[in-house]
């Protein structure tokens, strides 16, 4: 599928101190993010990018050598960087062994040293927009967005949705009706393959 996005028994942490699949996050709910100064905070999900629990597709699991372990599409964004520096969205299918991933908690941040990338077939496909674009899956930082290489550039693009969201009443505590991916986000990716796909996956 042209999408990226994490299987359904993916975990957040929600601001309560729950954690949550990705199966049943609902608009409304805030989850652990990192906020504009790198601290770790909880962003409000807004709208749902995609949505199939009756899907199966294929995820990259990433281990790093202190156990963290994520699944995500390989044409989804993940944050990488050294320790010390800036950090880096770059599309997961890049990751090699010895590269560094972020590691996020409620209380700190660390840089964790890839493993192993390993791939393999599992149920569900989710991604959610929060208001920083981004969200801690398994304990990893990732972007919203996928199959675009510019994570700043997406996150651009979707500012409608965000002041879409705060100028509407959402059904908060509700899961979308309508399976597959959002409308917008399927716009967005038939604009950009046409305007700039070299960036494109």
């Known amino acids: 599928k042209d999408t990226g996005c994490f299987p359904g028994e993916a975990q957040v942490l929600t601001e309560d101190g729950t954690r949550k699949k990705m199966k049943e996050v609902a608009l409304g709910d805030k989850v652990l993010t990192l906020n504009s ?6 962003s409000k999900v ?4 995609y949505y199939d629990p009756h899907s199966t597709s294929e995820y990259l699991k990433v281990e790093s050598e202190d156990g963290h372990c994520v699944s995500i599409s390989p044409n989804h964004l993940i944050f990488t960087g050294q320790p010390g520096g800036e950090k880096k969205a770059v599309f997961a299918a890049t990751l090699q062994p010895g590269d560094h991933i972020i590691a ?12 192993q990338v ?6 569900g ?13 398994d304990g990893i930082l990732a972007s919203n967005y996928a199959c675009y ?3 700043k550039l997406s996150h651009a693009a979707c500012a409608p949705l965000r002041v879409a969201s705060a100028l509407t009443k959402k059904h908060t505590g509700k ?8 409308g917008y986000a399927q716009f967005l990716s ?7 796909p070299g960036y494109m996956t």
């Open 175 to 182: 899961t979308p009706k309508e399976e597959g991916i959002h």
């Open 104 to 115: 996020v908690s409620n209380t700190h941040t660390q840089h964790c040293k890839v493993k």
């Open 149 to 151: 290489k510019s994570h």
């Open 125 to 137: 496909i989710y991604n959610v927009l929060t208001c920083t674009g981004t969200l801690v899956v």
């Open 118 to 123: 390993t791939s393999g077939t599992q149920d």
């Open 37 to 42: 100064h790198g601290r770790p905070s909880f």
């Open 190 to 196: 038939k604009v950009g393959k046409a305007i700039t």
């Open 46 to 49: 807004i709208e749902y990018l």
